[in-house]
């Protein structure tokens, strides 16, 4: 027994500084690094999921809002923008803070339906829509009688665009292509866009124009300022409606017209569609100033 210890005291062991004690000491300290890492890759899903949650909510409300200011042609009793166009493709790829949407547009022309514009927008958390893709339409421009008429043509199949003809404007050219038209294969289906000399109410379209094989009427919604704008222009390419800009009523091809378009509305043109022997009738119409082929698509 050491000599210097006071009768009584005991020794003390150094707990500290033992090997196994230090082992004990880091295995808390990495649970602690462990749960505090786990605890931190909690919160931050939890934040993930939150703001995506949230965010596809705010998106779809966008999207819906949106589309909700684009009315269906055949159930709106209002003109709707696009002459002979359909929408019933929506398709949405969702990302984190955005999601990307595309919209397949149609034409239709007898039984036959074919992809006319495809549109993609982009529509972030934060801000407004953006178009992503946003393809313009080939154009050739020949001479006819020494005058250079301007044809448009789709970007993606090659189809020829419509144009219409506002009845108080003068033109260089007036196309008459409904003799062209009747005289293509007997088995093609033809769209064609008439402009008439003046507007005229629903009654009285279907007591000059009839009904079968009308699909489309073009409900002029420029006013009289554009107008007056667009008679200072010298060129025809300028001063005419772009079938995708003008606004009208679908209709069934069957059915009166009273019964689709409101008496308020006048009616500046239409779009027929059908087989050259079916589109005969029209060439004799007076009521017709223009007529302009669009697309045109085998019967079979």
């Given at each position: 027994m050491d000599e210097n210890k006071q009768p009584g005291q005991s020794q003390e062991k150094d707990f500290v500084s033992g090997a196994e004690f230090q082992k004990t000491v880091r295995k808390t300290k990495?649970?602690?690094?462990?749960?505090?890492?786990?605890?931190?890759?909690?919160?931050?899903?939890?934040?993930?999921?939150?703001?995506?949650?949230?965010?596809?909510?705010?998106?779809?409300?966008?999207?819906?809002?949106?589309?909700?200011?684009?009315?269906?042609?055949?159930?709106?009793?209002?003109?709707?923008?696009?002459?002979?166009?359909?929408?019933?493709?929506?398709?949405?790829?969702?990302?984190?803070?955005?999601?990307?949407?595309?919209?397949?547009?149609?034409?239709?022309?007898?039984?036959?339906?074919?992809?006319?514009?495809?549109?993609?927008?982009?529509?972030?958390?934060?801000?407004?829509?953006?178009?992503?893709?946003?393809?313009?339409?080939?154009?050739?421009?020949?001479?006819?009688?020494?005058?250079?008429?301007?044809?448009?043509?789709?970007?993606?199949?090659?189809?020829?665009?419509?144009?219409?003809?506002?009845?108080?404007?003068?033109?260089?050219?007036?196309?008459?292509?409904?003799?062209?038209?009747?005289?293509?294969?007997?088995?093609?289906?033809?769209?064609?866009?008439?402009?008439?000399?003046?507007?005229l109410s629903p009654k009285e379209l279907g007591e000059r124009l009839g009904y079968k094989n009308v699909g489309w009427l073009w409900i002029d919604q420029t006013s009289e300022e554009e107008i007056q704008e667009l008679k200072k222009h010298e060129y025809d390419f300028d001063k005419v409606l772009y079938g995708e800009k003008a606004y009208g009523i679908s209709i069934s091809g069957e059915t009166p017209y009273p019964e689709f378009v409101s008496n308020e509305y006048k009616i500046s043109g239409a779009v027929i569609s059908g087989t050259p022997q079916e589109l005969e009738r029209f060439q004799d119409i007076e009521e017709i100033r223009t007529s302009v082929i669009g697309l045109t698509i085998d019967k079979y």
């Amino acid at each position: 027994m050491d000599e210097n210890k006071q009768p009584g005291q005991s020794q003390e062991k150094d707990f500290v500084s033992g090997a196994e004690f230090q082992k004990t000491v880091r295995k808390t300290k990495l649970k602690q690094l462990g749960l505090y890492i786990l605890i931190s890759i909690l919160s931050i899903g939890i934040l993930i999921a939150i703001i995506s949650i949230g965010g596809q909510f705010i998106i779809n409300k966008k999207i819906e809002e949106e589309l909700s200011k684009t009315p269906i042609p055949f159930l709106s009793d209002e003109p709707v923008k696009g002459a002979g166009i359909e929408s019933d493709e929506v398709f949405t790829a969702p990302g984190f803070l955005s999601v990307e949407s595309k919209i397949t547009y149609y034409k239709k022309v007898g039984d036959r339906r074919i992809v006319w514009d495809i549109k993609r927008k982009k529509y972030p958390i934060v801000g407004d829509a953006k178009v992503i893709s946003n393809e313009f339409p080939r154009v050739e421009t020949y001479l006819v009688g020494g005058e250079e008429r301007t044809v448009r043509y789709n970007h993606l199949n090659n189809e020829r665009q419509i144009d219409f003809y506002y009845p108080v404007i003068g033109y260089n050219i007036l196309p008459q292509e409904l003799e062209i038209a009747t005289g293509l294969d007997e088995n093609t289906l033809i769209e064609v866009a008439l402009s008439f000399h003046e507007a005229l109410s629903p009654k009285e379209l279907g007591e000059r124009l009839g009904y079968k094989n009308v699909g489309w009427l073009w409900i002029d919604q420029t006013s009289e300022e554009e107008i007056q704008e667009l008679k200072k222009h010298e060129y025809d390419f300028d001063k005419v409606l772009y079938g995708e800009k003008a606004y009208g009523i679908s209709i069934s091809g069957e059915t009166p017209y009273p019964e689709f378009v409101s008496n308020e509305y006048k009616i500046s043109g239409a779009v027929i569609s059908g087989t050259p022997q079916e589109l005969e009738r029209f060439q004799d119409i007076e009521e017709i100033r223009t007529s302009v082929i669009g697309l045109t698509i085998d019967k079979y």
